[in-house]
T-cell receptor, first 112, second 114 residues
């Protein structure tokens, strides 16, 4: 089966840095996606990690350790618009057999 | 990135009826997925719909309840059959394929069953 664990809620201050952790236990792991979802909207793609290490994309970075079943999403220079849910989603399988399993999401509140 | 549209965007239906949700993509994609997101919950995969083959359903979802069509590489439908209030949810289609590994989501269909 699949087991994905991430904090339910986090609060951070505008301009700060926040790290959202995700641990997972899956069979057939291929890579890991992070999505952002604002209330009432569809998820939007943030990052995809296949190899171990850090991937940086502007203010957002994502890290993966395959051996530890661990990932984190790092958000820098937080803005109010970053208040949203952040979903960790391991991908299992490859090609036409690949699929995502979503964690419960971390609701991030950015305050002044 | 792919542009995905869904119809209807929302609907209110009576129990016992069925609703068909359409998903249209602006480019050809290999894989399409249907998810459900119940209020305050994360996304749950219902099934994977690849063109030219039968849809693959996840545990807890069956074809009689959620029949899916995938007639070509840009379109799919999901039907929610014999609805009950427990089917009230947001239904999202998602696509992956072409030159990108990224998976993109449509805007969702908000379904309320009374």
């Amino acid at each position: 089966g699949q087991n994905i664990d991430q904090p339910t809620e986090m609060t951070a201050t505008e301009g700060a840095i926040v790290q959202i952790n995700c641990t997972y236990q899956t069979s057939g792991f291929n890579g890991l996606f992070w999505y952002q979802q604002h209330a009432g909207e569809a998820p939007t793609f943030l990052s995809y990690n296949v190899l171990d290490g850090l991937e940086e994309k502007g203010r957002f970075s994502s890290f993966l350790s395959r051996s530890k079943g661990y990932s984190y999403l790092l958000l820098k220079e937080l803005q109010m618009k970053d208040s949203a849910s952040y979903l960790c989603a391991p991908e299992v399988g490859t090609g036409t057999a690949s699929k995502l399993t979503f964690g419960t999401g971390t609701r991030l509140q950015v305050t002044l | 990135s792919a542009v995905i549209s869904q119809k209807p965007s929302r609907d209110i239906c009576q129990r016992g009826t069925s609703l068909t949700i359409q998903c249209q993509v602006d480019s050809q994609v290999t894989m399409m997925f249907w998810y459900r997101q119940q209020p305050g919950q994360s996304l749950t995969l219902i099934a994977t719909a690849n063109q030219g083959s039968e849809a693959t359903y996840e545990s807890g979802f069956v074809i009689d309840k959620f029949p899916i069509s995938r007639p070509n590489l840009t379109f799919s439908t999901l039907t929610v059959s014999n609805m009950s209030p427990e089917d009230s949810s947001i239904y999202l289609c998602s696509v992956q394929g072409g030159l990108s590994y990224e998976q993109y989501f449509g805007p969702g269909t908000r379904l309320t069953v009374t």
